[in-house]
């Protein structure tokens, strides 16, 4: 063990599809400094303990979105968790529970089956849409108009918000926050010319109006976006479009 680590407890929920059993939970002692990111424990456990271990990862630094997971019965980004924040107090023994996150299909341990999530994504048109001829020239665009939608510019798709919403857990037709706060990022876009056909597909009784207020998704966004907020200004969109 280097020095200043400890010993934690990383209880891992696993599954495999090959035995046609329930999940079941299975706990590893793990060295862990109080700087090592819950990602370095699950790496730990991968390459010196049990092989078998099934999770995402990729770029390791909160950007890729891919090692989404609950930690704690927090959904969050494995590699954005700090030891030292989950340390128990002193002579007590550190346990850290990891699940996958709710509402998606798992295919084993912590990979989940991201598909559902990637339709209602692709639903919402996340592009840019114009109609006419092409510009001559670049189409420029304010200060101020791209102020309006910078908070979700930030979404990197890694589902914490969506399966954190207690509405997708049981409705899982819902379009869910991630969507939703995709969405949002275009009909606000002053060059955009598809508000409408979003505004349209968003009004669905699946859309935004199933969403109960609950924060959760704020709260497990690990980019800070603000996604209560832009469902209720898409709401709002709804109300009062002309």
């Not at 409705?171 to 949002?184: D, L, M």
């Amino acid at each position: 063990m280097p020095e200043g680590a400890v010993t934690v407890t990383v209880k891992v929920l696993r599954y495999n599809p090959e035995t046609g059993e329930e999940p079941t939970w299975q706990s590893f002692g793990v060295p862990a400094l109080p700087t090592d990111r819950v990602l370095n424990l699950l790496h730990y456990v991968k390459w010196y303990i049990d092989g078998t271990l099934t999770f995402r990862r990729s770029c390791a630094h909160g950007i890729c979105g891919s090692d989404a997971m609950q930690i704690n019965g927090v959904n969050r980004l494995a590699c954005k968790v700090l030891v030292k924040d989950l340390m128990a107090g002193k002579g007590k023994q550190t346990t850290i529970t990891i699940a996958p996150i709710k509402g998606l299909p798992v295919h084993k341990d912590l990979l989940v089956d991201m598909e559902p999530f990637m339709e209602a994504f692709r639903a919402v048109k996340p592009f840019l849409i114009t109609y006419g001829n092409e510009p001559t020239r670049e189409r420029i665009q304010s200060v101020a108009d791209r102020e309006r939608f910078d908070d979700t510019t930030k979404c990197i798709l890694c589902a914490c918000c969506t399966t954190s919403c207690p509405v997708f857990w049981t409705e899982g037709s819902y379009f869910g926050p991630a969507a939703i706060v995709n969405a949002h990022r275009f009909i606000f876009d002053s060059r955009d010319e598809g508000a409408q056909e979003r505004l349209d597909i968003l009004n669905d009784a699946e859309g935004v109006w199933r969403c109960r207020t609950t924060f959760n998704c704020t709260d497990a966004c690990p980019r800070g976006i603000q996604v209560t907020k832009a469902i209720q200004e898409v709401k709002r969109a709804l109300l009062f479009r002309r």
